[in-house]
């Protein structure tokens, strides 16, 4: 049975994409086949293959099984913005319903580990009535939290998974990223966050110059996420 799971952050630029990386690097040292998904996408610049995101290009890199861009990402908006207003400004219209479709099409592609990462925090809007977080409960995915450590950490954290869990999902597991070399009491807020949030940690990456997902998978312990 392939394991899926929807990557949320805390916050934006908190290091999901990295993260999502690096546990596709760790599940294919475990010789699983790996695919990940990035359903929206804001921020992209225009190639001679059509518009581009970073984020998703990092993802394609790394996972094993051969994906189209377009099956990656399906929704790439140029200006790095809300989704909704992004899309609201190119004529479109973001739902659950049509980004689930997509997903579950790519995912018909044989695999044994499969991400699926959001845009910005859990409750990032796709339009007036729905969240991209309806999509993790319309495809019913367990939940990975990158935690960005930082002041204010603590609070962001334990919403995100209050909510997670007030949505009826369940939080498999979380990392904490540190993205501020200069937080104070840095392991202090890791040790309350490991007593408070109620999922394992499976990795602390600490902050890391140019960082790669090759360097940061070695901070990483997926095997909560496979069972073992």
């Known amino acids: 049975m392939a394991k899926r799971f929807f990557i949320a952050g805390t916050d934006t630029d908190v290091g999901k994409t990295v993260i999502a990386a690096a546990l596709l690097v760790a599940a294919k040292q475990q010789g699983l086949r ?24 990092i993802l394609q890199s790394q996972m094993t099984v051969p994906l189209g861009y377009e099956q ?12 909704h207003i992004a899309a609201r400004q190119a004529g479109r219209r973001l739902t659950v319903s049509q980004l689930a479709g997509v997903c579950r099409g790519a995912l018909m592609t ?21 969240t991209l977080a ?23 954290a334990l919403l995100t998974a209050e909510a997670i869990r007030r949505d009826g999902l369940m939080l498999a597991g979380w990392v904490a990223n540190s993205i501020d070399p ?45 069972g073992k």
């Open 182 to 226: 200069s937080m104070t009491c840095p392991d202090e807020n890791f040790d309350t966050l490991k007593e408070l949030l109620p999922a394992p940690c499976i990795g602390r990456v600490p902050h890391l110059d140019n960082t790669t997902p090759e360097q940061c998978s070695t901070y990483l312990d997926i095997a909560p996420l496979l």
């Open 34 to 57: 790996t695919l990940a998904l990035k359903p929206v996408a804001a921020g992209a610049v225009k190639t001679e293959a059509g518009l581009r995101n970073d984020d998703a290009l």
């Open 134 to 156: 309806g999509l993790a409960l319309e495809m019913q995915l367990p939940v990975i939290l990158v935690v960005g450590m930082k002041l204010g950490c603590l609070n962001h």
């Open 110 to 130: 044989a695999h044994d580990f499969a991400l699926i990462e959001g845009a910005g925090g859990w409750r990032v809007p796709l339009n007036e009535r729905e």
């Open 72 to 83: 990656v990402n399906p929704v790439v908006l140029e200006p790095a913005i809300a989704p």
